[in-house]
Structures are given as C-alpha cells and as structure tokens.
C-alpha cells in the first residue's frame, strides 16, 4: 500500500476517533441524564405492597437478576444494536420510524404529499425493490385508510407518552433525590421535601426562556461524576455487604423469583421496569450525535456503572431488609453522603432538563407534521439550532408536574405512573421497528417475528405489571396520553378536512384563462403572495378576492410552505417553482419544502430568496432545462429544484440600505412600460403597498447586459426585479370552519368545538409564517367540510 495513502488513513482513523469520543462525553448531559438517576428510586418502586411480606437475600437476588437482564436485553441488544441503524438521515425517535415508512410505503396521510418530494436526494437514496413479503403488507397499508389511521394513531400515543415523561421525569427524579435529605435528617416532616422539590421545579421551568447553552458543558461533567460515584458506592457496598451478589447474574434467578413471590412479584415487575427509564433517549438524541457515540458512551461507561451501582444495592438490601424506604441514600456510606447527595440532586436536575428540552422538540415535530396545533417557538441559541423554548408549553408541563409532584408526593405512585408510560413508548417503539424491518430494510417475516416476539414479549410482561398499578398512579400517564392525542388527532383530523375542501373548491384553470392576461382586473405593480395548502391548482381565496376587489398585482406567486417526511430537506432542493397559465399572465407557483425537524430561521430572508428562484426557473425554462410534469388542473407544470446564481447570469450586491435606484451611476436596471398599468397606479392605495424607502433590503437584483438571454426571458426577468421594487403584499385565507349540515354528532364535535377552539386559541398563522405586519391582506372564507 502506498505509505502516502497508509498515513492519510491513519490520520483519518484518528481524527474520527477522537470526534467520537468528543461526542460520546458530550452525550452523558444530554442522553442519559434520565436513565442515569433510576437507581434512585428503582428498589424502593419494587418492593412495595405485598412483595414486602416476601422479602429475602433469594428475592433481592430474584430482583437484581430482572434488572440485569432488562439492562441487557433492552438498552444493550434492542437499542444499541438494532434500534439505532433505523435512522432516519441522522435522526431517532418515532417520528423518524414513522417517516422511514412514509418514504417506502406511502403511508403519510399529510394531504400536501406531492410526487415530486420523491424526488429528493434522500428518497433516491433509499428507494428498493420490495420483496413478496413487504409488497404485500405495503398493499395492505396503501389499501386500507383504517390501517394507516391506526398506524398514525399509534404513532400519536407513543408520542403523547413521551409528552408525559416531560410531566413524570422532573417529578420523580427531583423529589426522589430530595428525599435524600430525610437519610440525614430522620425527623424532617414529608411536606418540608415536597416543598422542597416544588422550588427546584419552579426554578427550573422558570429559567427554560433563557436557554441552557450557557450552562450545557456542566451537563456532562455532571452525569459523568454522578455515574462514577455510583459505581463506587457500588462497588464499596458489595464488597463490604455481601459478594455473593454476582450470583444474581444466573437467569436461575429469574425463576426463583417467581417461585418465592408469585403474583406478588408479578405486580412488581412495574417497578423494575423502571431501570430502562430513558433508554429512549438514545434513541430520541440521535440526531445530535452519532451512533457510534452513542454506543460507546453506553457500552463503555453507562451500563457498567449502573449495574455496579443496582449490585452494590442489592448488596446492603440482602444484609438489611428493613431499609427498604431511602434504601439508595442509606446504602451510601457516611463519609461520602454529602457529596452523592449534591451531585445526585444536580444529576437530577441535568436529567430534568433533558427532558424538557426533548418535549419542546417532539411537540414541534408533531407540528411540523400538522399533528399540533400552532405554539410559539423561541430560539434560546444562534449557534445550536436544535435548542428552541415554547413558552406555552413549558408553562403547561410546569403546572402539570407540580401536581403530580404535590398531589401524590411520593415517588412509589409517581413510579408507577413512569413505568406505564414508558413501556408503552417501548412497545410503539417495538411495533414501528417491526415495520421497519420488512417495509425498509426488506428483512425476512421470520427475522421480524423474532424480534416482535424477544422484545414484544418481555415489554408486555412489564405492561402488563404497569396495568395492575393503574388505579395507584398509573391512571396519570392514561388521562395526559388521552389529552394529548385527542388534541393532536382533532388538529389533524380538521386540517384534512379543510385541505380537502380547499382541493375541491379550486379554481378551474379553464376559469382562470377565460379572464385573459389581466386576469379580468386592474395589474397593480408590486409582487401579490397568495399563501395556499394547496400544490395544485389555484386556491378558492383567490377566486374569492378577484370577485371582491377590482385590483391585483403585476405578478403573482401562489406560495405553499409544507412539512416532507425528511428531518431536514437542504436549501437546494427547499424551493420549487412553476408556472400557472401561459408566460403573460405572470403567475409562479412556490412550494418551500420543510424536514419535519427543520427551524425556520426568522433572519431568513424569503423575499429575495424568491426573486431570485423565479428569475433562475425563467430561464432555465427558456433552456428546457427542467423537468416538466404534466397536471390536469395546471397544464404544464415546470419544477425547479436548486438555485445556481452562477447559472442566473444576475448580480447580486448586498446592501441594507441602498435604494432601488442606482444613484451611482453604475449599471441600470431596465424599467417595464406598460401601458394599463402606468395609466392606473393611482390604485396601488388600494392593496396599500410599502414602498422600497420604508423597507430594508438586503440585497438589490441587477441584470447584466447580456445577449445570450433572449428579448423576451430578459423582460420576463426585468418585471420581477421591478415588481419586488415595489414591494410584496402577503394574501393569506383568514377562515372559519365549520361543518355541513346533517353531518355526525362526532364530527360536529371535533369540528366545530374542538378544531374551532384550537385555531381560536393557538399562534395565528402569519405569525408562525414569518410574514410582516405592514404587508399582509387577509380574506375571509367560510369552510363548510
């Protein structure tokens, strides 16, 4: 081998290495801050009831086994190995399941799903040929609305359980180190430690706003000293207690579990199931860091740790049966409790975080992909874009989670709430991995059922469990997983059907072409932006208005901003231009395509972006250099994916505080003459545009003078240019939903109370779309769906 080539590899290797490392440090603060703390309260959660009566050195060791064998089986084999090759371009969680089965089944039901986001580097990339076996579940799906109803409703309660672990994880994780305190102080009153994990929840939720990039890189630093002092206190104990405990390893343990406890250890296994608490966050993380970090920050340090840590309390428990309440703290030794103590309780606090921060991302997942009403999303940092704050929301989980905390003020009814939501997330996790593995990785049915049956079979032994414990706080995850997906699946469930409304009620281009060039009104200059769900055809808002309003702009772009089932779609391929009617009635079509994960960034800078892409799409029409599809309502419809400047023969100055008019005497742009409209821009009051003085520009447009361009693209291109001079107006569909007559009792239900109420009370949409104030033009329409 070439030693040139041999030390380029090396170099290579060990750079990768070390950003792996890097990464894997990083990932203690963010990914396993939640699973980190469960020893806290794990053995506690257990043996309570009647599992008490049958306390022994046998059933601890029973308990220990379960614990090692779900940390294995679970975290280790299920997660590490399996579940994290199912990215998703870089992303985990179920919403990346649920999009990798989109993409390869035609399972979405987003009504904005257009052929053309199949032309995206990432379904290239990942398109095959489907075996017998996937081809006909595929059928199946793609066949019946039900089973993709079904199938987006189980995504939606996997969803809402880990909405509820936002609620259950502070809860739990902060009173349970608090009760710390009562290890040192026997005599303190209970009421005292809730006070007490109150206040920390208060500061904790009250400070989101401000972001935690400041304070991140204490995060690890944090969970790292915490799962060393675990470790330690793990090993001191089962050396100084009672060595033997190793034995527990042997799977014979796990049936002389059952036969000392009976049903009574049945019903215990909720709480044992309470040791792989944040396992999904491993999963959930993933787009932050990598697999292989991942993995090794997990296998290296986090499961040794914890399974030290749950020997050395099974250890001290096996020698004192009796400290089953605070067993965690008074299994610490007493010249390091102080420090476990402070350090347990900022771990608390770090896993908390990561918490909250995960329920802000899912809930804008969920809206992102029409399952969520509008929220307020605050970006607490310019350099990391994934940390963002709903003020909402956070407020909402604050109060939720101060009366769990309060309500029940103990962490046995608040663990067995946790456990139900998390072995339901599991299971959903469980049963999209099944899907995944015949629909995408063309895997065989026989390797599907195996690991349906392996991780299917032990998650519902533990559901099972959890369902016992349903009326001691296990009702709490139920009734929030209700909430959350009855508001989700009624703001889906309403934005369907006003989708279809509107696709039934577009105009007709046969309509739009008997209105001739100026389209029957006077041509005002400026841009008109015309924002629409629609991907097809000209929305009934336009229609609506022309009928209304004798004026409408020189140029008109029907805008469509719409979510793919991708976590992020890059800038190239983010706009998509066409053409309505023929060249004079100077009507564009702009999709903007959006990853369910992607942040609209409020600096980004639309307007010119636009300009741009409809000047670059003219002339790449001009030189049939586009991929055209032909639509029955649009005619001819011509899709630019990318942007190329150079391509675009413009020149492109930036300046924020440059007029329109080029004062230095440089290059001049051509001015269109046309005569209707020189004779009638007195009714530019009408549409009440801005004038180019009153808004900043960040960059001006200049065409060159150029002969390769011919006469007539080059005047297509100087009206854009001229028509953003005078400035764009935004047209947006201010509408009332309601429902037909002699529709269902359910569907006036969800229609005209809850859809309504949501649309009421959520953010406006020219908000959540970025659109100036100054500018916008709203119209009204009543849907009848």
């Keep these: 081998m070439d030693p040139e080539l041999a030390w380029s590899a090396h170099v290579h290797h060990r750079r990768s290495l070390r950003v792996c490392l890097l990464l894997a440090y990083q990932s203690f603060g963010v990914v396993y801050g939640d699973l980190s703390t469960s020893p806290l309260y794990v053995f506690k959660s257990t043996f309570v009831r009647k599992l008490q009566y049958h306390e022994s050195e046998e059933v601890i060791f029973g308990a220990l086994s379960f614990i090692f064998w779900t940390l294995t089986l679970v975290p280790v084999i299920k997660y590490a190995i399996i579940v994290l090759s199912a990215q998703d371009n870089g992303e985990g969680g179920t919403f990346a399941l649920y999009s990798l089965l989109c993409r390869h089944a035609n399972l979405s039901l987003l009504p904005t799903h257009h052929a053309m986001d199949e032309e995206l580097s990432a379904y290239k990339l990942k398109k095959k040929d489907h075996n017998t076996q996937s081809l006909i579940l595929k059928r199946l799906f793609e066949r019946y609305k039900q089973a993709r109803i079904a199938l987006l409703v189980l995504v939606l309660l996997g969803t809402s359980m880990v909405i509820g672990d936002g609620v259950l994880t502070p809860a739990i994780s902060v009173l349970s180190s608090v009760q710390g305190l009562q290890v040192a102080f026997s005599e303190l009153p209970s009421?005292?430690?809730?006070?007490?994990?109150?206040?920390?929840?208060?500061?904790?939720?009250?400070?989101?706003?401000?972001?935690?990039?400041?304070?991140?890189?204490?995060?690890?630093?944090?969970?790292?000293?915490?799962?060393?002092?675990?470790?330690?206190?793990?090993?001191?104990?089962?050396?100084?207690?009672?060595?033997?405990?190793?034995?527990?390893?042997?799977?014979?343990?796990?049936?002389?579990?059952?036969?000392?406890?009976?049903?009574?250890?049945?019903?215990?296994?909720?709480?044992?199931?309470?040791?792989?608490?944040?396992?999904?966050?491993?999963?959930?993380?993933?787009?932050?860091?990598?697999?292989?970090?991942?993995?090794?920050?997990?296998?290296?340090?986090?499961y040794p740790c914890l399974l030290l840590s749950y020997m050395g309390h099974a250890a001290y428990l096996s020698k004192n049966l009796l400290d089953i309440e605070g067993s965690f703290y008074k299994s610490v030794p007493n010249f390091v409790y102080w420090p476990v103590f402070v350090v347990g309780t900022l771990a608390s606090i770090v896993g908390s975080q990561a918490i909250i921060s995960a329920t802000f991302s899912v809930i804008k997942q969920c809206h992102s992909l029409s399952c969520f009403p509008r929220i307020k999303v605050v970006h607490t940092s310019k350099q990391l874009l994934g940390r963002i704050y709903s003020p909402e929301i956070n407020w909402i989980l604050m109060i939720l989670c101060l009366a769990v905390t309060v309500g029940f003020r103990d962490t046995t009814a608040i663990g067995n709430a946790y456990g139900f939501a998390v072995i339901t997330v599991m299971l959903v996790t469980t049963c999209l991995m099944t899907l995944v593995i015949l629909l995408v990785w063309q895997r065989n049915i026989m390797l599907a059922g195996c690991f349906f049956a392996c991780f299917g079979l032990l998650e519902g032994l533990y559901f099972t469990a959890t369902i016992m414990k349903v009326a001691e706080g296990g009702w709490v995850p139920l009734v929030l997983a209700f909430?959350?997906?009855?508001?989700?699946?009624?703001?889906?469930?309403?934005?369907?059907?006003?989708?279809?409304?509107?696709?039934?009620?577009?105009?007709?281009?046969?309509?739009?072409?008997?209105?001739?060039?100026?389209?029957?009104?006077?041509?005002?200059?400026?841009?008109?932006?015309?924002?629409?769900?629609?991907?097809?055809?000209?929305?009934?808002?336009?229609?609506?208005?022309?009928?209304?309003?004798?004026?409408?702009?020189?140029?008109?772009?029907?805008?469509?901003?719409?979510?793919?089932?991708?976590?992020?779609?890059?800038?190239?391929?983010?706009?998509?231009?066409?053409?309505?009617?023929?060249?004079?009635?100077?009507?564009?079509?702009?999709?903007?395509?959006?990853?369910?994960?992607?942040?609209?960034?409020?600096?980004?800078?639309?307007?010119?972006?636009?300009?741009?892409?409809?000047?670059?799409?003219?002339?790449?029409?001009?030189e049939h250099s586009t991929t055209s599809i032909d639509d029955s309502d649009d005619g001819q419809l011509t899709v630019i994916g990318s942007l190329d400047l150079s391509a675009l023969k413009m020149v492109v100055s930036g300046s924020d505080h440059d007029n329109t008019d080029d004062a230095d005497g440089g290059s001049q742009l051509h001015t269109f003459d046309d005569e209707t409209m020189s004779s009638l821009q007195s009714l530019e009051t009408v549409l009440?545009?801005?004038?180019?003085?009153?808004?900043?520009?960040?960059?001006?447009?200049?065409?060159?003078?150029?002969?390769?361009?011919?006469?007539?693209?080059?005047?297509?291109?100087?009206?854009?240019?001229?028509?953003?001079?005078?400035?764009?107006?935004?047209?947006?569909?201010?509408?009332?939903?309601?429902?037909?007559?002699?529709?269902?009792?359910?569907?006036?239900?969800?229609?005209?109370?809850?859809?309504?109420?949501?649309?009421?009370?959520?953010?406006?949409?020219?908000?959540?779309?970025?659109?100036?104030?100054?500018c916008l033009v709203q119209v009204g329409m009543i849907y009848y769906v």
């Excluded at 104990?237 to 190793?246: E, L, Q, R, S």
């Excluded at 001739?516 to 055809?537: D, H, M, N």
């Excluded at 080059?714 to 309601?738: N, P, Q, T, W």
């Excluded at 006036?748 to 406006?764: H, M, T, V």
């Design 191 to 302: 009421y005292v430690i809730t006070i007490l994990a109150c206040f920390i929840l208060i500061c904790l939720f009250s400070v989101q706003h401000y972001g935690t990039h400041r304070v991140a890189f204490l995060f690890a630093p944090v969970i790292l000293s915490w799962l060393l002092c675990i470790a330690a206190v793990g090993i001191y104990n089962t050396i100084v207690w009672n060595p033997h405990v190793i034995q527990a390893m042997s799977p014979f343990h796990l049936y002389k579990f059952f036969q000392l406890t009976g049903k009574d250890g049945w019903v215990s296994l909720g709480g044992i199931a309470l040791c792989i608490t944040g396992t999904e966050a491993m999963f959930a993380d993933l787009g932050h860091f990598t697999q292989s970090s991942i993995r090794v920050a997990f296998v290296s340090v986090v």
């Design 688 to 774: 009440q545009l801005p004038s180019s003085q009153q808004r900043r520009r960040k960059v001006r447009f200049e065409l060159p003078q150029q002969s390769s361009i011919s006469p007539a693209v080059r005047d297509e291109m100087y009206e854009v240019i001229e028509a953003s001079k005078a400035g764009m107006a935004y047209f947006l569909g201010h509408s009332c939903v309601r429902t037909k007559k002699g529709s269902s009792f359910l569907k006036r239900l969800a229609i005209d109370f809850g859809y309504s109420f949501l649309r009421e009370n959520c953010r406006g949409s020219a908000v959540a779309l970025g659109i100036p104030h100054n």
């Design 483 to 622: 909430l959350c997906m009855l508001v989700m699946y009624v703001w889906h469930y309403g934005t369907a059907k006003k989708y279809e409304f509107d696709l039934q009620n577009k105009a007709s281009m046969k309509w739009i072409l008997t209105l001739g060039p100026s389209l029957g009104i006077v041509r005002v200059r400026g841009i008109g932006l015309i924002y629409t769900e629609l991907v097809t055809g000209v929305p009934a808002i336009f229609s609506h208005f022309v009928t209304n309003l004798p004026a409408f702009h020189q140029v008109l772009v029907f805008v469509c901003v719409k979510t793919v089932h991708m976590p992020y779609v890059t800038l190239d391929e983010r706009y998509v231009i066409g053409r309505i009617g023929p060249k004079e009635y100077r009507m564009y079509r702009c999709i903007v395509r959006h990853g369910y994960k992607d942040i609209r960034k409020e600096e980004d800078d639309f307007e010119n972006q636009l300009v741009a892409n409809i000047c670059e799409y003219i002339q790449r029409e001009a």
